[in-house]
């Protein structure tokens, strides 16, 4: 079974900070995805990278980057947190083809007060 | 570029009710489809998908969606719903090999 870990389940910031969300997937998996989950918009996507060092923009990139120096790890980054940024993050991976589904992990609730 | 509708953004249904929500895409050439399910607290899961063969396909749960190419649609059914499937639903749609595009997500609340 494909697992994708996200480092913090929870996760409490300032605004201006600097933020760092890990994520790992155990599958060998070419492409993986962010996105911010909120109430009544669904899930919006951030970047997605379809192999190492590779990334490309989603819907709503702004005030967000990202780094894969390694298959199995996709980091975003949040360069100036704003409170706007508070929202649910969820990391995915997937096998490669248009036919296959997304791996989620579990999310990290973020909050940046 | 692609986008997915789910018309229902709540639905309520009393246990043993029968469920259909409501996914449109826009996109002309082939498609992928998925529908995902949130349980509360849990990440989100693959309930079915189509990519090609039968229209009618079969999930986990007892749940089927049936893909109608002439109406762009999607709708995922179930016969007799079960106060576990509250949770919510969400469609998706991959069109190009990259990436995927969600909809706005179902909430299914099923009462005892």
């Known amino acids: 079974d494909v697992k994708v870990t996200q480092s913090s389940r929870y996760l409490v910031k300032r605004t201006g900070e600097k933020v760092f969300l890990e994520c790992v997937q155990d599958?060998?998996?070419?492409?993986m995805f962010w996105y911010r989950q909120d109430p009544g918009l669904g899930l919006r996507l951030i970047y997605f990278?379809?192999?190492?060092?590779?990334?490309e923009k989603g819907d709503i990139p702004e005030g967000y980057s990202v780094s894969r120096e390694k298959k199995e790890r996709f980091s975003l980054i949040l360069e100036s947190a704003s409170t706007n940024q508070t929202s649910m993050y969820l990391c995915?991976?997937?096998?490669?083809?248009?036919?296959?589904?997304?791996?989620f992990g579990d999310g990290t609730r973020l909050s940046i007060l | 570029a692609q986008s997915v509708s789910q018309h229902n953004h709540h639905v309520i249904l009393s246990e043993a009710a029968s469920l259909e929500l409501g996914c449109n895409y826009s996109?002309?050439?082939?498609?992928?489809l998925f529908w995902y399910v949130q349980y509360p607290g849990q990440h989100l899961q693959l309930l079915l998908k189509?990519?090609?063969?039968?229209?009618l396909v079969k999930g986990i749960k007892g749940f089927e969606a049936e893909f109608i190419k002439s109406k762009f649609s999607f709708n995922l059914r179930k016969p007799s719903v079960q106060w576990s499937d509250t949770a919510e639903y969400f469609c998706?749609?991959?069109?190009?090999?990259?990436?995927?595009?969600f909809g706005d997500g179902t909430t299914l609340t099923v009462k005892p």
């Open positions: 998706a749609v991959n069109a190009y090999a990259g990436k995927s595009t």
């Open positions: 599958m060998d998996h070419e492409n």
């Open positions: 996109y002309g050439g082939t498609v992928n």
């Open positions: 990278s379809y192999d190492v060092k590779m990334k």
């Open positions: 995915a991976s997937r096998g490669p083809g248009g036919n296959q589904p997304q791996h």
């Open positions: 189509y990519f090609s063969g039968d229209p």
